[in-house]
DNA sequence: GTCTATAGACGGATAGAC
DNA sequence: GTCTATCCGTCTATAGAC
């Protein structure tokens, strides 16, 4: 027990050893990477032990069930693109306007969805299909992340912008956001293209009359 | 051989009975309901087959395969889709301004989307996880919806806009459009109101100037 | 912590009776 | 056309050795 501490250099929980928490590590990152790429279903628990150089069962020494594994995959994801947005914001500071404030959450929402992260893209593409158990307990997660995007939008269309706009607002530019997992090719499409032309939409809702 | 026609009353294919084409398509449905719910991967022959009160060897007869079932379900899906928004335009005529046959489309794709095509929206949802063989055999069927959209978008954006432009556009339109099926809920939100946020945006892509 | 071994369930697919 | 029976593979999960 001696290499166990409150909080370690690497940050774990108490508890569990540093080459714990390193394995622990290394299943999730092949988990989330066979989770993008095959869907819940088919990340099989063979398949992620052998990416790590490891057998079926040993994963059972650091995740309970394959749900278990899944859901703590989706959380970091969720809650990894939720940070990232929120660094950004901070960086932009309180006296951004409204919009730059939107434009940077769609550009950095795009760039660890597209780029940096198996983690937020296994969320995206596989929690319509995750046992509700999964689902449940990523819940409170996504309403946070949600109610961000409700924040942004709400700021940017202004006051005089009724609460069932905003939410559609926000379903069909974060739906747009995220379907890009499906089309966008990196050798052909670039994200601030894709951007700039979420940005001219948006606009197109300000300065107009009430229908 | 006697019940084989070259085209029965139900339009079924020339050398099949009218009887093994009416179990084919319970075995279409229910497959179709089953993928929309479940994804492609557990999507199982037996539940199928017991859905129709059949066993699942008895599919054999019919397909070849889970995949080849799947193809066809998939398959029918986006030709529903885009025969409903043609036939659609069609009814609205050739005088119809591109605005109009843009919004038309919209609602008719989220019309069959949401409330009438199993088919469609298991196309949507199981897409990206259904095996590269199915994929390839759909991507046909694909391309031409997604010529349509392209058609109808240039259409309305007009000629100083540039290919690439339409083609993020159609990007985040249709991409809204299909992540609807996540999020929509028929007690809570109405197609109307969605579409027409949709519209709001897309006219702020008209009289502007260039950047 | 990770291994081997295996239980126990379920999957797609096929053969042959009817 | 559909059934029964079955092959053979894969899966999650567990038990116990090391």
Same mark, same amino acid.
């Given at each position: 027990m001696g290499e166990m501490t409150a909080t370690d250099a690497s940050g774990s929980? +108490?508890?569990?050893s540093a080459r714990a928490e390193a394995s622990r590590q290394e299943i999730l990152a092949a988990a989330a990477g066979m989770m993008r790429r095959n869907g819940y279903a088919e990340m099989s628990l063979r398949d992620v032990a052998a990416r790590v150089h490891k057998k079926a069962g040993s994963l059972y020494y650091h995740f309970a069930s394959k749900e278990d594994l899944a859901a703590e995959v989706m959380r970091i994801g969720v809650e990894a693109v939720e940070t990232d947005v929120r660094a950004t914001l901070a960086r932009l500071g309180?006296? +951004?306007s409204a919009e730059a404030r939107l434009n940077a959450a769609i550009e950095v929402h795009l760039e660890t969805l597209l780029k940096r992260s198996d983690f937020v893209s296994s969320h995206i593409r596989c929690y319509p299909f995750v046992p509700e158990s999964v689902r449940a307990e990523l819940r409170e997660a996504r309403r946070r992340y949600d109610r961000l995007w409700l924040e942004l939008i709400g700021d940017f269309a202004g006051? +005089?912008?009724r609460a069932v706009e905003v939410h559609y607002i926000r379903h069909i530019l974060v739906g747009a956001l995220n379907q890009s997992l499906e089309w966008f090719n990196p050798n052909r499409d670039s994200i601030e293209d894709f951007a700039g032309q979420l940005h001219r939409m948006l606009l197109g809702l300000k300065g107009r009359h009430a229908r």
């Open positions: 929980v +108490a508890g569990r309180e006296e +951004a006051p +005089a912008t």
